[in-house]
């Protein structure tokens, strides 16, 4: 079996103060796989950029925001997680800094800020819920997880930090 992952970025925009992240709520598409959940901002990497590359350019494009000061939080291997069962390796960014106003919406859906500490209540992927606490903490080291899915639910986690 070959491993052909696509591989996507997916960043989590900190407020000023540090206590929000700035989340698209996936309602623009009802076809969307993401549809009425919320989500950090990113995407597939292109051919010609490195994943910093990557996260910058979803940020611009989908937030309209420039970032400042991009910190890779961890990395993830998701097989099976796909719409066809695609697996996707993601890296996964928090943004301290920005410069600019973000957009309200996009062709996504809608973008908001969200207070990190009641992230658990919203409509999101169950496997998010996993490693969010991670991307925010206040460990130095980055965490790298297997997470693979099946009908859309993940079946395992584990991960490392290093």
């Not at 709520?25 to 990557?54: I, S, T, W």
């Not at 695609?86 to 969200?114: A, M, V, Y």
Request: proline share 6%; charged share 25%.
């Amino acid at each position: 079996m070959f491993y052909r992952p696509i591989i996507g970025t997916l960043g989590f925009i900190l407020s000023k103060d540090g206590k929000s992240t700035l989340l698209v709520h996936r309602n623009a598409r009802p076809n969307d796989e993401h549809f009425e959940k919320y989500n950090g901002l990113g995407g597939k990497m292109k051919p010609g950029e490195d994943v910093v590359r990557c996260i910058q350019r979803e940020i611009m494009e989908e937030a309209g925001i420039e970032c400042l000061e991009t910190v890779l939080r961890g990395t993830i291997n998701w097989t099976g997680f796909g719409p066809k069962g695609e697996d996707w390796l993601g890296f996964i960014f928090r943004i301290n800094r920005f410069k600019g106003t973000p957009f309200l919406h996009n062709q996504e859906g809608s973008l908001s800020w969200h207070s990190i500490d009641r992230l658990n209540e919203l409509p999101m992927w169950e496997g998010d819920r996993h490693f969010l606490p991670m991307v925010f903490d206040d460990d130095p080291r980055a965490f790298h997880g297997y997470m693979p899915y099946q009908d859309h639910h993940p079946v395992d986690w584990h991960y490392i930090r290093i």
